[in-house]
């Protein structure tokens, strides 16, 4: 378990960027992130004799094949890259105060796009520039997706949480009729895409099943910290997400920065899409939606919108994820436990902090 | 094709779309509710589900489809409790604890189902329509609107109820106030926390009304992910009213019509996939907002938890 929280803690630590990171500051940071997730544990273990299962019998499948058995890391690390691009994509937005909650409809059709056109393109190219081309190609579908809501937001002022939930559902079925009557593979009974051969897909690392899709994520998530905190742009779009009425008055573009904010979010999350075809699926079946954006969206916030912190909560779902779904298998719980061990782990992070915030404050009082 | 409009088609197409309507109604109503008070209700699908699944247990083992209203209503207001406590007593942050919310239940009842009815999948006998006399013998109209369950006709009512609520009491006002400027109301004497915990409660319940509503009645039975984003639709609703409960009404019956007709094509046996229907509302709506977009009249202070004395 230690292993899975020290990125980020020691990221957070790292983004008290006045560089007072005590060794003591590192440990509580530590103990903050580990003793909830144990609490969660041990919560979530209880409804778990509730039903009937043995929960340590349960943990143990989750930790050993999430986390310990070379395949299950290497599964766990696989799930990451998608999940990276979308921390990415949210933090973005998030810090720059838009609600792009659409994530899961961009990232579809980012998904489908990419499918579609990744097993044409490796046909009449060189297989790098293919996937490239399909990578932007994905972009480009999910930025086009999110230019309804930007530009009602930035010129209408219309609040974009309904209109990217209302895209997300239109994205949905849009990817879901793409699927079943523009791009379905003739050569299966199944509706779904063509399918990219392995060998077509992006390259794995090394000798393990990990695919490379976790590096792009993980530059891009460093990528969009850097800026968010280093760079004049990214303060722009924080004056912007702290204050739209100060951002005008201090003379800045408050609609074009609005679109660019929606565009990379929406370009991100459909690069997730994409790497999550290119890089692992290979295809996308119908009605296919892993629905990532409703579990990152949490993450995202625990991890204050911080880049590194987001990497270390992106890991902790993964292996949650992997490992909740092989104990699942073998345990005969059906797989929504998964979503309940979740749920309360972020619930009882968001309550940790808040009583870590109000012992901080009394401390100073 | 004739076949699809004839009058019985068409009036059970109707009363299908009532039917799908209702959950969509009190959930966009309950939105509204927690929404002019400032609380942005994400949890809403949580609490549908928990409906759902308590309503249908209750109306299952007691064998009483009104005991089944009052245990989904009671499971949804539990679910608000947790939401109030923690996002409006202690002023999490709304949107993580929502989606939390959303997430354990969606795995909670899934798990309970699966231990429960997953080898039996039981269903519930036809809901007892109250047929209203004279109106419902109106061709088409009278059978798709005026023969459904009690509930419905009280939902509709909620509406105009809630109304009332918003423009004419002072509970309605200090909603409003909680959510435009709480501090106003707190130096009015009025707790903020307090009246925001009523309005999340009172989410809490009209959801989980609709989810039972949409398991007895509409479905008969409960299988995992039974609410399939209504809760998600009922914030869109919300928002796009305005503040205004007719205009969930509309937004309602507008996606009740689509949904239904989803399931009559599939009846037809007509060729489209049903993705293609079910992009309908949100297309008009979309489409409406472009045409006639114009600032969203949210309240001020959604989404802010209210902490007294701060800056």
Redesign the interface.
């Known amino acids: 378990m230690s292993i899975d929280t020290a990125p980020s803690a020691s990221a957070t630590a790292l983004d008290a960027t006045s560089g007072a990171a005590t060794r003591r500051d590192i440990l509580r940071r530590l103990l903050m992130t580990l003793g909830p997730i144990l609490v969660a544990l041990v919560i979530a273990g209880c409804?778990l004799l509730a039903?009937?299962v043995d929960p340590l019998a349960y943990y143990g499948y989750v930790l050993e094949k999430g986390l310990f058995s070379p395949l299950g890391i290497q599964q766990t690390l696989t799930r990451m890259a998608p999940l990276l691009f979308l921390a990415a994509g949210l933090i973005v937005a998030f810090r720059a105060g838009m609600?792009n909650l659409g994530g899961d409809g961009q990232f579809l059709l980012g998904a489908v796009t990419a499918a579609a056109s990744a097993p044409v393109l490796v046909e009449i190219m060189p297989a790098w520039l293919a996937l490239f081309c399909s990578f932007l190609i994905a972009m480009v579908v999910a930025v086009v997706w999110s230019l309804?809501p930007a530009l009602?937001r930035a010129y209408?002022?219309?609040?974009e949480?309904?209109?990217t939930?209302?895209?997300t559902?239109?994205g949905t079925?849009?990817a879901?009729?793409l699927v079943?009557?523009a791009f379905r593979d003739p050569g299966t009974t199944v509706p779904q895409t063509r399918t990219l051969p392995v060998e077509d897909r992006l390259p794995r690392l090394f000798e393990t099943t990990i695919t490379s899709g976790l590096l792009l994520g993980l530059a891009a998530i460093i990528i969009v910290h850097l800026v968010m905190t280093r760079t004049a742009f990214g303060l722009k779009l924080r004056i912007v997400g702290a204050n739209p009425r100060a951002a005008v008055h201090s003379g800045l573009g408050v609609p074009g920065l609005t679109v660019a904010v929606f565009a990379i979010s929406a370009g991100l999350a459909g690069l997730a899409g994409a790497v999550d075809i290119i890089g692992v699926q290979g295809n996308v079946r119908a009605d296919w939606n892993p629905a990532y954006g409703?579990?990152v969206?949490?993450a995202v916030?625990?991890a204050r919108m911080n880049g590194f912190a987001a990497i270390g909560f992106v890991f902790l779902l993964s292996v949650l994820s992997i490992g909740g779904e092989s104990a699942a298998r073998r345990l005969d719980?059906?797989n929504?436990?998964?979503?309940?061990?979740?749920?309360?782990v972020?619930?009882v992070l968001?309550?940790a902090e808040?009583f870590d915030h109000r012992f901080n404050q009394s401390r100073k009082a | 094709m004739t076949g699809l409009f004839s009058e019985v088609f068409l009036s059970a197409l109707l009363f299908g779309a009532v039917t799908a309507a209702i959950p969509l109604l009190l959930a966009g109503l309950g939105e509204q509710i927690s929404e002019k008070a400032g609380v942005l209700n994400i949890g809403i699908e949580g609490m549908m589900l928990a409906g759902a699944y308590l309503g249908f247990v209750g109306a299952f083992y007691s064998g009483s489809l009104w005991l089944g209203f009052l245990t989904g209503a009671a499971g949804g207001a539990a679910v608000a409790l947790v939401m109030a406590l923690l996002c409006v007593r202690i002023g999490l942050n709304q949107i993580v604890i929502g989606i939390a919310l959303t997430l354990g239940l969606e795995g909670l009842t899934a798990l309970l189902h699966h231990f429960q009815f997953s080898r039996s999948y039981p269903r519930l006998p036809a809901a007892d329509a109250t047929v209203i006399p004279l109106l419902s013998d109106i061709p088409v109209i009278g059978p798709a609107f005026f023969k459904h369950h009690l509930i419905a006709y009280l939902a509709v009512a909620l509406v105009f109820g809630m109304g009332y609520l918003y423009r004419r009491t002072q509970l309605g006002l200090n909603l409003q106030a909680a959510g435009d400027k709480p501090a106003a109301l707190d130096v009015a004497g009025i707790d903020v926390i307090r009246t925001r915990t009523i309005a999340v409660l009172a989410t809490g319940t009209l959801a989980g009304l609709g989810g039972a509503y949409l398991a007895n009645v509409g479905a008969g039975l409960f299988i995992p992910f039974i609410t399939n984003g209504a809760g998600f639709l009922g914030i869109v609703l919300a928002m796009l009213a305005r503040g205004r409960p007719v205009w969930v009404l509309f937004g309602a019956l507008l996606f009740g019509v689509c949904l239904s007709l989803t399931t009559a094509m599939q009846v037809a046996g007509i060729n489209i996939p049903t993705d293609v229907i079910q992009m309908l509302p949100f297309l008009a709506v979309m489409i409406m907002l472009v045409l006639f977009g114009r600032r969203a009249s949210l309240p001020a202070a959604l989404g802010i938890p209210y902490e007294r004395g701060a800056r």
């Open positions: 409804i039903v009937g609600w309804v009602l209408q002022g219309v609040n949480i309904i209109t939930l209302m895209m559902f239109l079925s849009l879901n009729v079943k009557l409703l579990a969206i949490p916030f625990l719980v059906p929504h436990f998964t979503l309940v061990l979740v749920s309360i972020l619930i968001a309550l808040y």
